[in-house]
């Protein structure tokens, strides 16, 4: 199934990703998940974000076009805890170009996923973004996420040489 909605000057149509639509996602994400984005490994954009994800959970991996142009793409999973009656869904990624965001594209993504999540049995979707991605959590909070969580991570460079203390030696 296919969800369809004006946009701009055309029809946007959200459709299951396939292995075609593997090079303009990649550089989708290319362009908006860079390092000013997210500087951890925790949140790197590489090509086996598209082929884990589109391998395990292909109908959650989802892109819009409008004519023949990909204009963004979303790619989430479930996850079942041990002891826990609930199955979440995880929107892993959302991408949209960057002259086109707040057109409608991202919302529409987000719309087909859920539905398709809730058809799935997910009782709670989670999405996580950088705390001061404020775009971001406005575009969520327009979805209906609230209850913002933050989230500490901590890095140490181990390539960076010890300073040595004043008086001991080596």
């Known amino acids: 199934m296919t969800e369809s909605a004006s946009v701009g000057n055309g029809t946007l149509r959200i459709r299951e990703?396939?292995?075609d639509d593997f090079p303009e996602v990649f550089h989708i994400g290319e362009e908006v998940f860079t390092a000013e984005y997210s500087q951890s490994l925790y949140r790197t954009w590489d090509e086996y974000e598209i082929t884990t994800l589109f391998n395990s959970d292909n109908e959650l991996c989802?892109?819009?076009?409008t004519g023949e142009s990909i204009l963004g793409f979303a790619l989430g999973t479930t996850v079942e805890k041990h002891n826990s009656p609930w199955k979440y869904g995880y929107l892993v990624w959302l991408g949209v170009h960057r002259g086109?965001?707040?057109?409608?594209?991202?919302?529409g993504l987000?719309?087909?996923i859920k539905r398709r999540m809730r058809e799935q049995?997910?009782?709670m979707i989670i999405i996580d973004t950088s705390a001061d991605n404020e775009p971001a959590i406005r575009f969520f909070q327009k979805?209906?996420?609230a209850d913002t969580q933050q989230h500490v991570y901590m890095s140490l460079n181990?390539?960076?040489?010890a300073k040595k203390k004043p008086g001991k030696k080596p």
């Open 110 to 112: 987000f719309k087909e």
């Open 17 to 19: 990703m396939t292995i």
């Open 158 to 161: 181990l390539a960076r040489k």
């Open 100 to 107: 086109l965001q707040q057109g409608g594209v991202g919302s």
């Open 121 to 123: 049995g997910v009782r």
């Open 62 to 65: 989802l892109v819009a076009e």
């Open 143 to 145: 979805q209906g996420f």
